[in-house]
């Protein structure tokens, strides 16, 4: 600490917060750049629809289904017979469980059916779909018409 001399003569001691100040705001840059780059490991180009979010206490598990057919567990790749496995023993410590299934959306719709009637067969029975909020843009009206 830094000691200073008073107007009486006296030490007065105080601590010079400068420095934490501009270490706190250069992690805070830091964070705020890099949070946005965060996220899951596999690239899936989702489907855009309209719905609200919706909120999780635990860890989630997603499955996602690439463009070129890949399933992922998080971001572990899997077949589908070790998906299924996976996914039982999950089933049978918490048959409560969510699963949430991100699927490019170049993915055949029958593909997306057969990954998500799998982990129901799991014994996994709550089951969402990851998509998109579309651009606010491609939500009006086009303004071209043809006669």
């Known amino acids: ?10 030490l007065v001691a105080q601590i010079n917060v400068t ?12 964070f705020m750049v890099t949070a946005p780059i965060i996220q899951q490991g596999i690239q899936v180009d989702l489907p855009k629809v309209k719905a609200a979010a919706i ?7 997603v499955v996602s289904i690439t ?17 299924t496995q996976k996914l039982t023993a999950i089933a049978q410590e918490r048959p409560d469980r969510e699963v ?13 059916i057969r990954m998500m009637a ?16 579309p651009d606010a843009d491609a939500d009006a009206p086009s303004r071209t018409h043809g006669n």
């Open 1 to 10: 600490m830094a000691g200073e001399v008073g107007p009486r003569g006296s």
């Open 19 to 30: 420095p934490l100040v501009d270490v706190m705001l250069v992690l805070l840059i830091i």
């Open 55 to 61: 909120q999780g206490k635990e860890e989630q598990f």
């Open 67 to 83: 463009r070129d057919r890949r399933i992922y567990l998080n971001d572990t790749p899997m077949t589908a017979d070790e998906l």
């Open 100 to 112: 949430y299934v991100r699927a490019d959306q170049q993915v055949p719709y029958g593909d997306v």
């Open 118 to 133: 799998a982990i129901k067969a799991s014994g996994i029975e709550n089951v969402g779909m990851v998509t998109e909020m």
